[in-house]
């Protein structure tokens, strides 16, 4: 890769009157715990839609396509940590991403557009994260009591309490324990689910295997591009630089760890649920694979143990995904309300965390009762959300940055990138809009039916 290109060190940034930086956003932590952030905030309950996103593609397609989706996306995360580290290096450390993308790019207008972008996907993210978990609850509840009255909202009035009660943890920091219990978690349900898979896959009730794609050439490519859409949103993220920024200074050369054990886990967790579920239900594949262990009718496809514990992990990975995904609008808000001249715990400070918070997730809680169209989002989110600042973005700060010459090969294959995501991200975008308007007349405001 080329060397970054001398230049006048940048003024020092001053944020010591900056709450969201000082509270929020401490550096205090080391490349394990950026580890942790990250896999928290890429490999979760999403991954259950794999299978799901093999159905439009195929083997042999969905197998580039996730590969292809991995190596890109850790190129993209290691240029973009290498930007932050150039930064750090001339004297201004960047720690938001709209900050660095307005920086870099010399363009006011960039830093809107990403504010928007990450508010849009982090806002999206944590609604999400509250209704599967309200869904989780509601499996646990049918199971136990099927005549049960209680109705989807409610179990995510639950979860939203108990959400209110988390976001309530000062800084992305305090959530490094959380986070690495979320590791665990995500290894512990993709064990079980595989392990079910396959167990059903070689006995004799195994579920007939159709591989067969859609039948029309235009259903084809439209399932092929919300596929994509779907794979991208499961690698995308959107706030490695608030998640880097949480690293101890010097931070130079630390994010690539973190990405290391980030990614180790992905190989594990991402392939082995694709593949397992995949195999067995094939063209049949839900959007969540427990739904197919899970049938409406007839009874369950693997030990109820197995379903119940891979229910309650996903459960409790959800509320470490929410918090994540929160810590961008608390530092936001929290830059804006609190006062750096009083300690973190004042009542000063306190007192708007607690009702800023508060009504942050009170407002996710109640989308996610209002909306739970979960399937049909994951994707319209992944084109336009995660694929901008993900697959575009990183590669057009390092060139912009580092400035390679247009004959080097790592120029070109960052324009190749940059090109062919864009024009991927627009047909996904057409595509998953598409399928939202499809479903429309599945939608129910407060129905206790999520929709695929």
């Known amino acids: 890769m080329a060397d970054p290109p001398r230049s006048d060190l940048f003024p020092s940034t ?99 557009v990403v504010i928007f972008i990450q508010t849009a996907i982090n806002t999206g993210i944590g609604i999400g994260a509250i209704l599967l978990a309200g869904q989780c609850l509601d499996i646990m509840y049918s199971s136990l009591f099927p005549q049960g009255t209680l109705k989807l909202y409610e179990f995510i009035a639950m979860v939203t309490a108990v959400m209110i009660v988390l976001s309530q943890l000062p800084s992305f920091h305090s959530l490094r324990h959380i986070n690495f219990a979320s590791l665990l978690l995500s290894l512990g349900y993709t064990f079980l689910v595989v392990g079910a898979c396959i167990n059903l896959g070689l006995s004799k009730n195994a579920p007939k295997r159709d591989y067969a794609l859609e039948t029309s050439d235009s259903g084809r490519v439209f399932s092929a591009f919300t596929s994509i859409s779907i794979i991208a949103a499961i690698f995308g993220n959107g706030i490695l630089p608030e998640i880097q920024a949480t690293l101890a200074p010097p931070a130079t050369g630390k994010m690539l760890k973190g990405l290391l054990l980030c990614y180790s886990v992905i190989f594990f967790t991402f392939y082995s649920a694709a593949i397992s579920g995949y195999w067995v239900f094939g063209r049949n594949s839900s959007s969540n694979i427990l739904k197919n262990l899970m049938p409406d009718q007839g009874p369950t496809l693997a030990p109820i143990v197995v379903i119940g514990l891979a229910v309650i992990f996903v459960l409790l990975q959800l509320f470490a995904i929410g918090l994540v995904y929160s810590q961008v609008a608390y530092e936001i808000m929290e830059k804006k309300s609190a006062d750096t001249t009083k300690g973190i715990f004042s009542r000063r400070n306190l007192v708007p965390r607690l009702i800023l918070r508060t009504l942050y997730m009170a407002f996710c809680g109640f989308m996610a009762a209002m909306l739970p169209f979960f399937g049909d989002i994951n994707a319209v989110v992944g084109a336009f959300g995660f694929i901008p600042l993900d697959f575009v973005l990183p590669m057009l700060l390092y060139n912009m940055t580092y400035k390679p010459t247009k004959r080097s090969f790592t120029y070109w294959i960052n324009m190749t990138i940059m090109v062919v995501f864009t024009c991927a991200g627009l047909m996904g975008a057409f595509s998953s809009v598409r399928k939202l308007v499809l479903d429309a007349n599945k939608f129910k405001l407060f129905s206790s039916q999520v929709v695929d």
Not at 26 to 38: C, D, M, Y
Not at 41 to 65: D, E, H, K, Q, S
Not at 75 to 80: G, W
Request: hydrophobic fraction near 50%.
């Open 14 to 112: 001053r944020l010591d009157f900056d709450a969201g930086a000082l509270f929020v956003l401490q550096s205090k932590g080391e490349w394990w715990h950026a580890g942790f952030h990250l896999t928290t905030a890429i490999v979760g309950p999403t991954i259950l839609t794999l299978p799901y996103a093999f159905r439009g593609l195929g083997w042999w397609l969905g197998f580039v396509c996730l590969t292809t989706m991995g190596l890109v996306t850790f190129y993209a995360y290691f240029l973009m940590s290498k930007v932050l580290d150039h930064c750090e290096k001339s004297g201004r450390r960047h720690i938001r991403f709209r900050e660095l993308a307005a920086d870099v790019l010399g363009s006011g207008w960039m830093f809107y």
